[in-house]
């Protein structure tokens, strides 16, 4: 097959996601203390949870067929194709309090949240919920 060309990733002119300054601090602290450079943040959405989609997060080194990449914040963030719809325009922060921490996710296409804040529904998901463990 000649002339054809694979895609490994797609750039966004508009971040599909943003980090706010207190998640890219933190993203930088945990990329720091894996000692390397070369690692992005890989945020993705899978079936399932409370209502019906679950956030995920995982730092990854490489882009698979069909991410979307964001330059953001000189953070590298990878969103795979299936996820994109779900999370555009969704804003990163992190929360530090006396019970908890951790990454969560303000996102505009969330009709409903769970209670725990990573499982969602964007108003057509009921049928992929599942019960609170």
Partial sequence: VTGV???????????LVTLSDRATEE????????GRDDVGLRVFVSPGGCSG????????????????VV??????????????SFVKGARIDYAAGLM???????????KKSCAC???FDTGENAATAQKCS
């Fill in 5 to 15: 060309q694979t895609v490994l990733f797609r750039s966004t002119a508009q971040p």
């Fill in 117 to 119: 804040g990573q499982s």
């Fill in 53 to 68: 989609l679950s956030y995920g997060m995982s730092l990854d080194e490489e882009t698979d067929d069909g991410d979307f």
């Fill in 27 to 34: 993203l930088r602290r945990l990329i720091e203390a894996e």
């Fill in 100 to 110: 908890a921490a951790g990454f969560t996710v303000q996102n505009p296409n969330a």
């Fill in 71 to 84: 330059a953001y914040n000189g953070m590298r963030i990878f969103v795979d194709e299936f996820s994109a």
